[in-house]
């Protein structure tokens, strides 16, 4: 049985069976650091029900995210693009859960003599840098309760569940905003009766009107994604 990662989903028995006796089941906490800026990738990470975050640090200390990875992604994909011994963004376990991690000289070894699974990861890949786009310019262009909408959708998706276990803070690192914003943002969808907030704990009470209180990035990109891999 195919473990519920969409990329893993996507393979074909073959493919699934060669690469199966080289996966590695881990449990990651909150917090913990999958990756390093600077460091050489030794793995590749299909996260089951946890959450990874791709994260930006300036020279300030100031922490932002550029891309979020569930059970639609995978974690490592310079491992078999171009120069790929090393990426400048970090990578850490922002909600504990279950991944399958995989040697990535595996990877890159069935990557270029196997065109379907060349041909997968390259449209995951372009999924990816999809939502990293739409991502930047929601940022840009939209108000903080239609992004903060937007983000925990794209959680509920990737960790398939209503009950998301966020803190306002960690929230307001994600989306690169002050702690206020978030509360605030946080508490118009509260009085809306889509979300409950309590410390550490969001939990998502009405789908369709956390989908209204969002910008049009989230159904832009969950658009994508079926597109390219096949609705989840």
């Not at 196997?114 to 939502?131: H, I, V, Y």
């Not at 569940?161 to 206020?180: C, W, Y």
């Amino acid at each position: 049985m195919k473990p519920e990662n969409q990329i893993l989903a996507n393979l074909s028995a073959d493919v699934f069976q060669r690469l199966a006796p080289h996966f590695v089941y881990v449990n990651l906490e909150q917090g913990e650091i999958i990756y390093r800026p600077g460091e050489p990738l030794s793995h590749l990470y299909f996260p089951l029900d946890c959450l990874l975050s791709l994260t930006i640090t300036m020279q300030n200390g100031a922490t932002a995210e550029v891309g979020m990875i569930g059970s639609r992604e995978v974690f490592g994909i310079n491992a078999f693009m171009g120069r790929r011994e090393t990426t400048q963004t970090g990578c850490s376990s922002q909600v504990a859960g279950s991944a399958i991690k995989i040697d990535a000289q595996v990877v890159r070894q069935e990557f270029d003599r196997n065109g379907e699974l060349r041909d997968l990861l390259l449209r995951s890949t372009q999924a990816f840098l999809a939502q990293v786009s739409q991502t930047a310019a929601c940022n840009s262009l939209h108000v903080l309760e239609q992004r903060l909408a937007r983000w925990l959708l794209n959680t509920q998706e990737r960790i398939n569940s209503n009950n998301l276990p966020l803190t306002q803070e960690f929230i307001s690192v994600m989306l690169g905003v002050r702690r206020a914003g978030v509360t605030l943002a946080a508490q118009k969808l509260q009085e809306r009766k889509v979300i409950q907030y309590r410390r550490g704990h969001v939990q998502i009470l009405n789908q369709a009107g956390l989908e209204a209180s969002a910008c049009e990035c989230f159904q832009t990109i969950k658009t994508e994604y079926d597109r390219l891999l096949g609705e989840k």
